[in-house]
């Protein structure tokens, strides 16, 4: 089995949580985090392919970090990645110049993906597919590397597996080859974490999790495991309409108008409740 460390996507930001806290002097609920685990004897997870990534946790643990959160229902329900939300203190989403707590949050245990419940509600949600796209498909992903809204464009390679740091337990993945960036840079994509990747047909067919900077690979987790964990939220009732991608300046356009309606947003991650943003 072949087996490639990878840098992983959770950042640790510090001084760059440039957003206030809202409510930080405010009663706020504390946040209650929720595990889902499909996994079971008799209900075992599907073989996935023999090639495996390796993705190195933060040695120090987790630590104030930023990512990216999608809409997958208008009522408050986001999507993000699971080691984005884990070992927090506080969770919160962008607000304008705010970070609003949110005090529920389920995360995967099969997969690198957490839902949050009760956060802000949205104008549109984004169209989830359980289907794996074929090898060779364009891949657009969405996100806020080093916090600044960015487009990568990749192809897809493949499914694969991953093992988070010391943990034996695999989860699904799926690795593409990135092709590009707009705005263009060839630096880390560490913020895009949590954000989606759409396949051209219009849904979203996983979450980023990880990247290998210096093999270009931007590692996925697989749609089947986040339909799994949206049926067991219960909180997604939209079924919004995909509509196929007209090519790359679509694709940039549909970001853009996200990004103003606030469908595709930065999540906050506090590890110390006595620190604000």
């Known amino acids: 089995m072949a087996k490639r460390g990878c840098g992983c996507l959770p950042f ?3 001084g ?18 929720e595990q889902f685990d499909p996994r079971s004897p008799r209900r075992p997870m599907p073989d996935w392919s023999d090639e495996q990534f390796v993705i190195e946790d933060n040695p120090n643990g987790p630590a104030d970090s930023m990512g990216t959160a999608f809409a997958v229902d208008r009522d408050g329900a986001w999507l993000t990645a699971q080691h984005v939300t884990h070992g927090c203190t506080r969770v919160g989403l962008e607000d304008g110049r705010f970070a609003r707590p949110v005090s529920r949050v389920i995360e995967s245990v099969e ?11 949205s104008p549109a949600a ?3 597919s359980s289907r794996i796209p074929q090898p060779g498909t364009p891949g657009f992903h969405m996100g806020f590397p080093a916090g600044r809204p960015t487009l990568v464009m990749s192809e897809l390679i493949g499914e694969a597996s991953a093992r988070r740091g010391r943990s034996d337990l695999t989860q699904p993945i799926l690795a593409w080859a990135e092709k590009g960036r707009i705005p263009d840079g060839d630096g880390t994509l560490s913020g895009i974490s949590g954000g989606p990747v ?9 979450v980023n999790s990880a990247s290998t900077d210096r093999r270009g690979r931007i590692l996925t987790t ?5 339909a799994r964990l ?29 990004l103003d309606a606030g469908v595709i947003r930065r999540i906050f991650c506090d590890v110390d409740e006595k620190r604000g943003g």
């Open 126 to 128: 984004l169209p989830l």
């Open 111 to 121: 997969a690198d993906a957490a839902l949050v419940r009760d956060g802000i509600t």
């Open 222 to 226: 697989a749609p089947d495991a986040i």
């Open 12 to 14: 640790a930001f510090g």
């Open 230 to 258: 949206m049926a067991a939220s219960r909180a997604v009732d939209d079924r919004p309409v995909a509509y196929p991608f007209a090519g790359l300046a679509d694709a940039e356009n549909r970001f853009t108008a996200w």
């Open 198 to 206: 759409f396949a051209e047909d219009g849904h979203v067919v996983g």
């Open 16 to 33: 760059l949580l440039l957003v206030a806290w809202l409510g930080q002097d405010m009663a706020v609920p504390p946040l209650k985090v």
